[in-house]
């Protein structure tokens, strides 16, 4: 029975950073109706740089959890206004495949700069171990399920009750309609970008952190995807709780099943729930005139 119960544990530690990478996934296609395949490794190149930083100057562990975020959100305005904004009213599949080759060059940039020996993110404190009903938890991996509460807790809040979370809302719903009544979708797709973008960037820093700093964190992005798809492209807050859901299978899996079968745990989920559900546990139901 403890092993269940440790590999739950352990699901929902690596569950919380496929979460907050699938709500970052979420946001720009609820904000721009784009997936953006760059999304790991945006969330590795946050999590190299804060790791620079904090080498460098010695910060504590929340200076450098909000330096991977500031670091990931400035990444996210830079590549949405030089490389998205250019592309507006191009082809969807154009814009898709420009994420692609973004995600490429990141990623060689990663290990250009960096290299790709493996590194040890060390943070002061994050390796403590606190005993909660028997069970061991280091502090790194209690932050992280807190911090992804936390952003479903925000988000919830931004998008139902402030009023740019509201705007951008209308933009997903009708972005010619919202455009009319004076929404900026350039601000929103803005934002929306830097948003998702400081996502990736927390994520990338806990992974990095817990699991060891190495040019494979992009891979983040894949293992991910299946929960943004699980919850709904256009359900932020769905996305991040699938998460969950997807690293508690995976881990499942692994330890009971053949190890191989692990990696696909969650591709073969989404299959089945697709077949039901096409628009995901928590997605919105369209309805198309034709």
């Given amino acids: 029975m403890s092993y269940f119960i440790e590999l739950i544990v352990s699901g929902l530690v690596i569950g919380a950073i496929y979460g907050l990478v699938a709500m970052g996934f979420a946001v720009i296609y609820k904000a721009t109706g784009i997936v953006n395949f760059a999304q790991g490794e945006m969330g590795m190149l946050a999590a190299y740089t804060s ?84 069970i061991g938890m280091r502090v790194s991996q209690i932050a992280v399920i807190g911090v992804l509460l936390l952003a479903l807790a925000g988000f919830w809040f931004f998008l139902s009750r402030s009023r740019f979370g509201v705007a951008m809302r209308a933009v997903a719903a009708d972005e010619k309609t919202a455009r009319l009544m004076g929404v900026s979708t350039a601000r929103v797709q803005s934002v929306a970008w830097a948003a998702a973008s400081g996502l990736a960037g927390l994520a990338g820093a806990f992974f990095a952190v817990i699991y060891g700093l190495a040019p494979t964190i992009f891979e983040l992005g894949l293992k991910a995807f299946p929960a943004t798809v699980l919850g709904g492209f256009d359900a932020i807050l769905g996305s991040g709780v699938s998460g969950l859901v997807i690293g508690v299978l995976e881990n499942l899996v692994g330890g009971y099943l053949p190890s191989t079968l692990k990696e696909i745990a969650g591709f073969v989920l989404i299959l089945v729930v697709l077949m039901v559900r096409p628009f995901g546990l928590f997605g919105e139901k369209r309805i198309e005139r034709v």
């Fill in 51 to 134: 790791w620079s930083i904090a080498t460098t100057l010695g910060t504590g562990a929340v200076l450098t959890v909000l330096i991977a975020v500031v670091v990931g959100a400035i990444l996210g305005l830079i590549c949405e206004r030089l490389i998205m904004r250019p592309m507006l009213g191009e082809p969807v599949l154009s814009v898709v495949l420009v994420t692609v080759g973004l995600a490429v060059v990141l990623r060689s940039l990663v290990t250009l700069i960096w290299g790709a020996s493996p590194q040890k993110f060390a943070v002061e404190g994050a390796d403590a171990i606190v005993n909660l009903g028997g």
